[in-house]
């Protein structure tokens, strides 16, 4: 464990939770609550979930959010040869320091891929970063 200054180490750095109380059930009703009736709720994991034949076959803009660098890797293979030329991938654990393998999956992946990868933050003075990448070819 590191200290980046004062209590904020590698344990507090993100805000997430563990999901030990998620399940499809609660996502479905929030869904239903927030009135979204465009979810197609997939549930397993993400290596025997993101295969051919399951899901859409182009893809404009992906939310990337799986934490691990497994996770990671299988969304890119997943999610690459569909998404299209302009497509849009934000990049929810790239800067983080709790889950360093959603980056260093992410390098790996785009070595030889033409993208733009693009931080976002609020200001200078802001810590946090905020990562996407833009498919060029």
């Not at 893809?59 to 969304?75: F, G």
Request: net charge negative.
């Amino acid at each position: 464990e590191f200290m980046i200054g004062g209590s904020v180490n590698q344990k507090t750095i993100s805000s997430s939770g563990e999901f030990r109380d998620a399940n499809a059930e609660f996502i479905r009703e929030k869904a239903e609550f927030l009135g979204l009736d465009n979810i197609r709720l997939v549930e397993g994991a993400f290596a025997s979930t993101m295969v051919d034949g399951n899901g859409p076959d182009k893809i404009c803009a992906c939310m990337m959010d799986c934490d691990l660098y497994e996770s990671y890797k299988t969304t890119f293979e997943f999610v690459w040869p569909r998404l299209e030329v302009g497509g849009m991938v934000f990049l929810d654990e790239y800067f983080s320091l709790k889950f360093p393998g959603a980056k260093i999956a992410t390098d790996k992946f785009v070595e030889d891929k033409h993208v733009d990868m693009i931080c976002t933050k609020d200001s200078d003075t802001d810590i946090f970063e905020r990562w996407y990448l833009i498919r060029n070819s």
